[in-house]
């Protein structure tokens, strides 16, 4: 009986352990953005370099990404948007307009 009971304690133990790990990697595959955060910068870089026009639009690996011209109390900015197909996360980046 004892041993019995020590399995399913063992077993129990083992299962947490497993779902405890299982959740940490999750959100730390769904939280890290340093990729898509880059890929926006060299985006910026490129358009201030004027290099690429506006409006841009692209797909890239899992991110919807979009750019244009908007005007926030009569100042005029770029807005760079990432929006995941999947999680359905969105990073947005505002920069000042300087043309």
């Known amino acids: ?7 399913v304690l063992i077993v129990v133990i083992f299962m947490m352990a497993s779902m405890l790990l299982n959740s940490i990697f999750t ?42 011209k908007e005007t926030v109390q009569g100042n005029p900015y770029v807005v760079l948007v ?3 197909q999947k999680s359905g996360k969105t990073l947005t980046s505002y920069r000042a307009d300087e043309d």
């Open 1 to 7: 009986m004892e041993t019995m009971v020590a399995t």
């Open 27 to 68: 959100t730390h595959l769904s939280g890290d953005t340093q990729a898509i955060t880059e890929k926006m910068h060299q985006l910026a870089y490129q358009f201030h370099t004027k290099k690429m026009s506006l409006p841009y639009a692209e797909e890239w690996q899992a991110w919807e990404i979009y750019m244009e």
């Open 82 to 84: 990432a929006t995941h």
